[in-house]
């Protein structure tokens, strides 16, 4: 049974998805088998990532298939980082979802609703522990597809035109990336990642080469949203149902990285991405611009969700800044703001669904004075709000903290002032919410207001927890997010 | 002479920046998605034509054949083909839900309606 670990990761989630599309018609109990389902993805990740946290990989041969003509599921420091983050956000998300899609969807598309979350977390499963370039392009395919129905589902009639945005965006990113993928497979022959690395050194300085570079990294910056391709993002994220938003932005854009990760550093090699075509000199600008720019129109949304989207696309903008610096420490950096924004980004969203969820919809009007109602609610907002600034004791700090080191190290001592300068816009975009939460007056209209139901509270407060729970006891994750940047770059570090 | 020998190349170029074009400049949601189908057969013309080889023939084994056209792009595109459709499905669905809640498939029509000016 644990030799087939790496393909049970995918497998349970898809063959649970068509189940539970039958169970349309009871929802709790589809409910159930997706919650039952995620658990069980949890508890393959987290036994996944503790075989490999000692620097080795499992090499899994699809269907008894030996590579490079069977698909390979190859699972190493750091798709199994990228896994438990898939993991653990599905499995706290199931719990808050119940009463969130209730509320948020016809009781007649429940299960179908389910059927797509399951659909779309398998794609990004499979995205993240494949070692097929073809599969990458598949899976990709699948958890887009099943995103933009899970977008579609949104109350609002914006949300149907924000699906459709995004799925011209997306498709245009993921044919990108096939036609990459072809370019690389006329050159060497192979899609097995592991295989690809080995023959390319052969015919790297070729112009072919570099265009199946250009065109995965371009593909692979549309999905991830990397300034200024992150147009189809806001939109989606503020009009998707809360559960959909919490999932897509804690999952889909780190999934993205990741792959951006495994191409420039296994498959292309450091050498070919940073030295000979100076990619970093292209990542820095475009993190810079797209950490500023967001983050000052986030200051100027009137709708919180709205607000935490462009946010989100900031944060990208960290993650790719750590790559920019093309050093062992700003990659760890990078890759353990996967997991530190994750939790973070979660738990706010979750703490948004909790208000929408009592108060029909999240506008700065309508939630003024909310925290003497719900107490909880925006308790869980302020910290999660601490942690998304980089104040110390949370997660976002131990981010911040190496972010730093690595532009220290490097000598940046602009990127440096521009970090603290930016980590005081988002300071004043969650004051800004807070302000109107705690300090301003209901407005006149406003409903009876109750605290959110424990149902919903409990997740939001089991992330928000992990939030302080990570910035206070930061050495497992600063670990693995170590033990990924070994495997990135294939060679142990002295850190 | 080489340029244009290998003009399936430029077919797929030239179909490539044909589909670009109209999913940039369309405002019409279903023009849209047909430039998208152009944009992704450039792609399906592009593997389906780097498999062929010089005198090969299909790849089937009969007695006496050792050159034959390379079956994997094209098993791949089969696989994207189907992808394709069922992204032309979505994106056609939600045009009508598009439909039904604006009563326009314009995406200025659209824009207007949703914060109007």
Known sequence: MSEHLPALQVVIALTAAPLVMLLNRLPRVAWGVTLVTCWATLLVAVLLLLQVLDGSAIHYEMGGWAPPWGIEYRVDGANAWVLLIIGLVSAVVMPFARRSVEQEIPADRIGLFYSAFLLANAGLLGIAITADAFNIFVFFEISAIASYALIAMGRDRRAVLASYQYLIMGTIGTTFLLIGIGFLYIMTGTLNLGDLAARLPEVTDTRTIRAAFGFIAVGISLKLALFPLHLWLPNAYSYAPSMVTVFLSATATKVAIYVLLRFVYTVFGFEFSFVELSMAWVLMPLALLGIVIPSLIAVFQDDVKRLLAYSSVAQVGYMILGISFASALGLMASVLHLFNHAITKAALFMAVGCLVYRLGGVSLTRMAGAAERMPWTMAAFVVAGLSLIGVPLTAGFVTKWYLLQAALMEGFWPVVALLLATSLIAAVYIWKVVEAAYFRAPPEDARELREAPLALLVPTWVLTGSTIVFGVWAQFPVAAARNAAEALLGVPQSW | ?117
């Open chain 2, 1 to 117: 002479m080489t340029l244009l020998g290998l003009y399936n190349y430029w077919i797929v170029v030239v179909l490539m920046m044909i589909g670009f074009y109209i999913v940039i400049a369309q405002g019409n949601l279903v023009k849209k998605i047909v430039g998208l189908n152009i944009f992704q057969t450039s792609a399906f013309i592009f593997f389906i034509s780097l498999a062929w080889r010089e005198g090969g023939t299909a790849p089937i084994a009969l007695p006496g054949v050792t050159d034959y056209a390379n079956p994997l792009p094209h098993v791949l595109i089969l696989t994207a083909i189907v992808v394709g459709v069922a992204l032309t499905a979505m994106g056609l669905a939600l045009v009508v839900r598009i439909h039904e809640a604006y009563g326009s498939i314009e995406e200025d029509d659209i824009h207007q309606q949703d914060d109007p000016q």
